[in-house]
């Protein structure tokens, strides 16, 4: 089976600058959870949708960070205005529940911000 | 409070020894535990998990992990170490539907 597919790979912006990030899960699952994962640290949660609904996103900085799953399928992360503390890569993962499922990621976004 | 705990920030071991990678948990009721492996350059992938049942359970490339609810812990496990294990390995945990993720520990496997 296809696995979870990010795009883009790489961003480089400036500060100030809005950033998108996209992700596509696994067919069929209904669980998807964005993460940031900065050098050197575990992964962050930022909001994991069930289906097309939220969860949580206790630790999403809503001031200027954003994320939809409008048809329960794939889903967008977006940054703006982006800070220098935002450089980081952004994981997708996507599991079949949110039980005892184990996750499956993809490959990451390496944000820079300068 | 923090729900995982990865003690080591680093872990050296010499090839063909075992090795023992630590973690400690904390969380209201039956936990679902698991070890996640992060190779230089490419994604993190899922290695085992417990759910219930036996508290020995086996995972990919031979390693496996032990569930010890007194002691709240789910130390990785491998008998004998490759070059190749060296990596960065995470625990996590899901607490009340929401995943919780260790700091990390970095493997390293010397020739």
């Known amino acids: 089976e296809a696995g979870v597919a990010q795009s883009p790979r790489y961003k480089i912006i400036e500060k100030r600058q809005s950033v998108a990030f996209w992700c596509n899960p696994i067919?069929?699952?209904?669980?998807l959870y964005w993460y940031q994962q900065i050098l050197g640290q575990g992964p962050k949660l930022l909001i994991q949708?069930?289906?097309?609904?939220?969860?949580?996103d206790s630790q999403l900085p809503k001031d200027r960070f954003s994320a939809e799953r409008l048809k329960g399928v794939d889903s967008t992360l977006k940054i703006q205005p982006a800070k220098l503390e935002d450089s980081a890569v952004y994981l997708c993962?996507?599991?079949?529940?949110?039980?005892?499922?184990?996750?499956?990621f993809g490959p990451g976004t390496r944000l820079t911000v300068l | 409070a923090q729900s995982v705990a990865q003690p080591e920030d680093q872990v050296n071991v010499a090839e063909g020894n075992p090795l023992t990678v630590k973690c400690t948990y904390s969380?209201?009721?039956?936990?679902?535990l698991f070890w996640y492996v992060q190779y230089p350059n490419r994604g993190l992938q899922f290695l085992l998990k417990?759910?219930?049942?036996d508290n020995l359970v086996k995972g990919s490339y031979g390693f496996e992990a032990e569930f010890n609810k007194s002691q709240t812990s789910f130390h990785l496990k491998k008998p004998s170490a490759l070059v190749s294990d060296s990596a960065l390995y995470f625990c996590?945990?899901?607490?009340?539907?929401?995943?919780?993720w260790g700091a990390g520990t970095k493997l390293i496997i010397k020739p």
């Open positions: 949708f069930q289906n097309n609904g939220v969860v949580d």
């Open positions: 417990y759910i219930t049942g």
């Open positions: 993962a996507s599991s079949s529940s949110s039980g005892g499922n184990e996750q499956f």
């Open positions: 067919s069929g699952h209904a669980t």
């Open positions: 969380v209201s009721g039956n936990p679902y």
């Open positions: 996590a945990v899901r607490d009340s539907g929401l995943p919780h």
